[in-house]
């Protein structure tokens, strides 16, 4: 997929009303086989279990670091959540089949919520804003139902929701799992309602989640970017990373100069 076969009006349009997309195709076979080998490395270095969450992910291999600016998404970011962004989390998930639903301390799944800190986000008249986005790369087959999907509720995020029963386990009215195969990514905003699903299957779930928020939060992972992450990080890189200016008034109100990402807008804010 290249950024040219994106409708980004008409994607933004979408999520507005919705709350999520699903596109097809973004990562090739060969990309995502790269990414599913870097994977491979970083676990072989983790306990076993049945579920692995690990922060920072793009810290513990270039591979995936390189998605941090992938050229078929970030544009389509920018629209929807402006230019004055950066990356807000890594975060790589593993739930391999679990047909006994057994609970692990590292979630092997996630009932009803909305992402964000405690206490949460403002909310006025039932609604929170949406404050930031995650992008998920999908690198297992994901294609059918109960495999550890992601569940969500289209449109929660624009009207006062707040599910009767948090039990990721029973369904809810309105839910959908979002299904796609490898290569395949979909974004979502912090405020949508979602869930992990128990893996009731034979397949291994693999998603990796990079969410971007604006420069002016605190980012989940780190607070200043490492060294090894910035080395011969060009300009847009490096503004994702979070490095605009030693004046920090300018990450509320920065030069043109300093967040090179305005050059990606096709709408104006």
């Not at 970083?42 to 291999?61: C, D, F, G, M």
């Not at 929170?128 to 087959?141: E, P």
């Not at 449109?155 to 369904?171: A, E, T």
Request: proline share 8%; with cysteine; glycine share 4%.
């Amino acid at each position: 997929m290249k950024t040219t076969d994106l409708n980004i009006p008409e994607l933004m349009k979408q999520f507005n009303e919705e709350g999520y997309l699903l596109l097809p195709g973004v990562l090739s076979q060969e990309k995502v086989d790269r990414l599913n080998a870097a994977i491979d490395e970083v676990i072989a270095s983790e306990p076993e279990t049945l579920a692995h969450n690990i922060y920072n992910s793009v810290e513990r291999h270039p591979e995936i670091a390189s998605l941090i600016d992938q050229p078929e998404i970030l544009p389509l970011i920018v629209n929807l959540l402006g230019h004055n962004i950066q990356l807000h989390i890594s975060h790589l998930t593993i739930r391999k089949p679990n047909p006994s639903e057994a609970q692990t301390a590292s979630h092997s799944f996630i009932d009803w919520h909305q992402d964000g800190p405690h206490p949460q986000f403002p909310v006025i008249a039932g609604l929170t804003a949406t404050y930031y986005i995650k992008t998920c790369y999908i690198l297992s087959d994901m294609s059918e139902p109960d495999r550890g999907n992601t569940k969500v509720i289209p449109g929660s995020h624009k009207r006062p929701y707040n599910p009767n029963n948090k039990d990721v386990r029973q369904q809810v009215n309105g839910e959908v799992q979002v299904c796609g195969k490898p290569g395949d990514v979909f974004l979502f905003a912090q405020n949508l309602w979602h869930a992990g699903s128990p893996n009731r299957s034979e397949f291994t779930r693999r998603q990796l989640f990079l969410g971007y928020s604006p420069i002016w939060m605190r980012p989940i992972d780190y607070h200043t970017a490492s060294a090894s992450l910035l080395k011969d990080a060009d300009p847009i890189r490096r503004q994702l990373l979070g490095q605009i200016s030693d004046n920090h008034f300018k990450y509320y109100v920065p030069e043109d100069s300093m967040v090179p990402l305005k050059s990606l807008r096709i709408t104006e804010a």
